[in-house]
């Protein structure tokens, strides 16, 4: 088993007290940012580090910070801790057992952006979450590491926890700093980019939990420990969020570039009942799926994508024989007509329109003319719609018909499902 | 229903959170719901006039969020996730248990009005399937034998 950095102190107990997270080291880091470090020598460090950003795009997060403008103030940091991209659960996993890891993250990015006010912006139903972050904000106020004034610094720093409401699209970042402005959460158009014209219309960066829980670390053990794991351009360690049809499914730590194959049987035990891989959605929802000849792919976000899909969140879904594939992507469709925000025509119209042909074509109505028409529909929305969910949406269809268009084909011939079922997809 | 003294200090606390108090729309809108088990048009009002705007927009706002709820529900709500990676591991099954044992469809509450059901969109943990949320809290690795166990909880709190 790989050693555990995000997750060193996840199972300790009292895991998400200070008490705790002191005994280990915690806010070390913080406090010799603030000693030794003027904000230019941090976002070197972190560029140097390689780290990318861990909510999905794997933008390197040193160069997102190089973006805010020169003389533009008050700028902000807001944390993206909207986790909802299905099959994703590793966000939750640090906010609730080593929130303070979280917390110190945030410190250190405000730091280095020059914000003074951070915020975390927690989905709504992650009530412990937002629980366990604002008891943590309030016992790093108490110890002197947020405040005024912070260890004698001069530095000044107000964390604000912000609870979404029910929305997944508010993961967008965009779509995000609309809602944290008290508004529906409605993607914006890009540029201006938030680094730029952000919260308030001032600038913003948007970091992922994850990243951020990734810089104490970095700090502490400099660039050159993070980019000695990994591969050249994905350096460091990931969070993976193993689940659906294997035997232990969970949220495992392994260094970019492990093979598919070993978080899937050596940490995951290998799917349930033994059955066949059937296909593997390697990166969250959006990720389009790969067949089972995928597993010896490695986890990283080049060797994913020249496999044609993503590294995304690093959330793998295990899908295995007896599951209906024409299901599997109705389902996924589904989720993303019923989360559109209904600003655009290609979202709003394509989406609806795809789920509506997957599930006429699971009821056993479907025609042959319809998958060129989902094709058509994928084209019609990818890059084309106001916001990444379009081609979110495009991931499932696009794949499952290039991989299992028989499975498709017979569905439509025969009115029904040929594979043997094991499990009805809800 | 006038909202408690409680509840209007709260909102006061989360309105001087933000540099801009618009951004206390949702925690405003939770206080509320919290208050009152759902949105009403009072809620509406009692937020606009803390954020300065009017309950028209306060109302179009809240329609965008889903656990924001415009209509009552049982004392428990019962949310059962049903996307992919809980459907791939039962799922489905289970929510026709859970319907069978409180004798009511997905949408609906019991008579007592102790439950109501409903699916919802994922929950955000997927690798402790399948899941159901009742209330704030999360019950993960659910079988059908801890479900019997759970309700037999909560009626038993319910009941005091």
């Known amino acids: 088993m790989a050693e555990k950095y995000l997750l060193r102190n996840i199972g300790l107990p009292d895991s998400h007290r200070i008490e705790t997270y002191l005994a280990q080291g915690g806010y070390r880091s913080f406090a010799r940012v603030l000693k030794e470090m003027k904000p230019a020598e941090l976002i070197d460090l972190v560029k140097r580090s390689g780290l990318r950003g861990r909510g999905g795009a794997g933008f390197p997060a040193g160069m997102k910070w190089s973006f805010v403008p020169k003389d533009s103030y008050p700028r902000y940091l807001v944390c993206n801790a909207d986790e909802g991209e299905p099959g994703t659960c590793k966000d939750r996993v640090l906010m609730e057992g080593d929130p303070h890891a979280v917390i110190e993250g945030v410190a250190i990015a405000c730091y280095a952006i020059e914000a003074h006010l951070g915020f975390i912006y927690v989905r709504g139903e992650f009530t412990l979450s937002a629980e366990r972050l604002e008891a943590a904000i309030a016992e790093a106020k108490a110890h002197g590491y947020l405040g005024q004034n912070i260890l004698g610094s001069g530095y000044d720093l107000e964390i604000v926890v912000h609870r979404g409401a029910g929305a997944y699209i508010c993961g967008e970042e965009t779509a995000l700093l609309t809602s944290l402005e008290g508004e529906r959460g409605n993607p914006r158009l890009k540029p201006p980019f938030p680094a730029t014209e952000g919260l308030y219309r001032k600038p913003t960066v948007i970091n992922n939990v994850e990243t951020l829980a990734n810089l104490p670390l970095i700090i502490e053990r400099g660039p050159e420990w993070y980019t000695s794991m990994g591969t050249e351009k994905s350096p460091g360690v990931k969070l993976f969020a193993l689940s659906g049809q294997v035997k232990r499914p969970g949220v495992y730590e392994l260094p970019l570039g492990t093979p598919l194959r070993t978080l899937i049987e050596e940490y995951g035990g290998g799917t349930l009942d033994d059955r066949p891989i059937k296909a593997i959605i390697p990166g969250g929802s959006s990720s389009p799926m790969l067949p089972a000849s995928a597993l010896d792919v490695t986890l990283d976000y080049e060797a994913i994508a020249a496999a044609g899909s993503m590294l995304g969140s690093g959330a793998v879904i295990v899908i295995t024989e007896g599951t209906c594939i024409v299901s599997v992507a109705r389902r996924l469709v589904e989720f993303y007509a019923h989360e559109d925000c209904g600003q655009c025509v290609p979202g709003r119209e394509g989406i609806a329109w795809m789920a509506t042909i997957l599930e006429r074509i699971e009821a056993g109505h479907g025609r042959e003319s319809d998958l060129d028409l989902l094709l058509d529909i994928c084209d019609g929305l990818s890059g084309r719609s106001l916001c990444p969910l379009g081609d979110a949406a495009v991931g499932p269809v696009r794949s499952s018909i290039k991989h299992f268009r028989d499975e498709y084909l017979a569905h439509i011939r025969t009115g029904q499902c040929v594979a043997p079922t094991v499990v009805r997809i809800a | ?160």
Do not use: H
Request: hydrophobic share 40%; with cysteine.
């Open chain 2, 1 to 160: 229903m006038p909202f408690s003294e409680a509840a209007q200090r709260e909102l006061q606390e989360v309105v001087a959170r933000y540099p801009d108090k618009r951004s206390a729309m949702l925690p405003a809108l939770a206080i509320a719901q919290r208050e009152q088990g759902y949105l009403t048009p009072e809620a509406y009002e009692w937020v606009a006039k803390a954020l300065d705007t009017t309950p028209t927009w306060v109302a179009s706002v809240a329609s965008f969020y889903t656990m924001l709820r415009k209509e009552p529900v049982g004392k428990y709500l019962i949310q059962v996730c049903t996307n992919l990676s809980c459907s791939l591991v039962g799922a489905q099954p289970l929510l026709l248990y859970l319907q069978e044992r409180l004798g009511i469809r997905v949408g609906e509450t019991t008579p007592d009005g102790l439950f109501t059901l409903a699916t919802v969109e994922c929950l955000g943990s997927c690798a402790t399937a399948p899941v159901m949320q009742v209330n704030d809290r999360y019950y993960e690795r659910l079988t059908r034998e801890r479900i019997d166990e759970i309700l037999a909880e909560l009626r038993a709190e319910a009941e005091g």
